[in-house]
């Protein structure tokens, strides 16, 4: 099998968008196939390999519904543990995805010295070992919270698509742009999982929106909760917020397209950065 990402004019870091798109969609079995190894890879030799992935999440759900739902004195508790487990898995997907953004280059600093491949190839490859991660930690995770709201599984096979299409899209073109960012600035290497942190204080995940009382609008402009939010709300209300989602999809077409365009640009000095 062979991966091609040949360039539309034959010159590295002149080709299109589209023809850039259309050869990574051509090579879609090889990243997906390196990224699914690297999963398997990741669980060898434990009993319950990538379960690890679901039941991390549901004891952390179950220790956090605990500790904020007797914090926040919390009304009616299953539903607060369905809104706190939905807000933390798909939070620990972005954060997963962006936090590991910066060294994503440097982490595949000798391919990218000795394989004249584009670069993309690694960016996809780390997209889709977030993506299989996400999966498995959410399925898993979505079944628990059925046992407190039923139709949540319905909600998601009825609306959840586009809420999530919007979802997979940011969590590619977002850190494939911190990813360039970072073979420039090291600085962001330490930068980026601060600033995680406080977005995820500052994210209405643990508790509602309405308790932020007069910093309420952080949570507008915070662009990693507006991703979540529809995510979220979907499963919950069975409901999807269309005019939210046809925007963040233009969106995310836009920064698809943006990211892509500065990654072709860039691919030439990408190897002399780190």
Same mark, same amino acid.
């Given at each position: 099998m062979t991966v091609s990402f040949s360039a539309g004019s034959g010159r590295p870091g002149r080709e299109t968008v589209r023809c850039t798109l259309l050869n990574a969609w051509r090579s879609r079995r090889v990243w997906w196939f390196t990224a699914t190894s690297r999963t398997r890879a990741r669980f060898a030799r434990t009993t319950l390999g990538? !379960?690890? #992935?679901?039941?991390?999440?549901?004891?952390?759900?179950?220790?956090?519904?605990?500790? =904020?739902?007797? %914090?926040?004195?919390? $009304?009616?508790?299953?539903? =607060?543990?369905? =809104?706190?487990?939905?807000?933390?898995? %798909?939070?620990?997907?972005?954060?997963?995805?962006?936090?590991?953004?910066?060294s994503l280059f440097e982490n595949n600093?000798?391919?990218l010295?000795?394989?004249? #491949?584009?670069?993309?190839? =690694?960016?996809?490859?780390?997209?889709?070992?977030q993506l299989q991660t996400f999966? $498995?930690? !959410?399925?898993?995770?979505?079944?628990?919270?059925?046992?407190? $709201?039923?139709?949540?599984?319905?909600? #998601? #096979?009825?609306?959840?698509?586009?809420?999530?299409l919007n979802l997979f899209l940011f969590i590619y073109w977002f850190p494939l742009l911190i990813c360039l960012l970072g073979a420039y600035f090291r600085d962001l290497y330490q930068l980026?999982?601060?600033?995680?942190?406080?977005m995820f204080l500052l994210s209405p995940i643990l508790y509602?929106?309405?308790n932020l009382g007069a910093v309420a609008w952080t949570a507008s402009i915070n662009p990693l909760y507006r991703v979540l939010a529809? %995510?979220?709300?979907?499963?919950?209300?069975?409901?999807?917020?269309w005019d939210v989602g046809f925007v963040l999809l233009a969106a995310n077409a836009l920064g698809l397209w943006m990211a892509i365009r500065l990654l072709n640009s860039q691919r030439r000095n990408i190897p002399f950065l780190i």
């Open positions: 990538s !379960f690890w #992935l679901g039941l991390s999440n549901l004891f952390s759900i179950a220790v956090l519904a605990g500790v =904020y739902g007797t %914090v926040f004195k919390v $009304q009616d508790f299953t539903v =607060y543990v369905v =809104y706190l487990g939905l807000g933390l898995v %798909v939070w620990n997907s972005i954060s997963a995805a962006v936090g590991g953004a910066p600093r000798e391919h010295h000795n394989i004249n #491949l584009h670069p993309i190839f =690694y960016t996809l490859e780390e997209w889709a070992f999966l $498995q930690s !959410f399925l898993m995770v979505l079944i628990a919270l059925s046992i407190f $709201q039923h139709n949540l599984a319905l909600n #998601l #096979l009825l609306w959840g698509w586009l809420p999530l980026v999982p601060v600033v995680l942190q406080l509602e929106k309405k529809p %995510v979220r709300h979907t499963l919950i209300a069975g409901e999807v917020q």
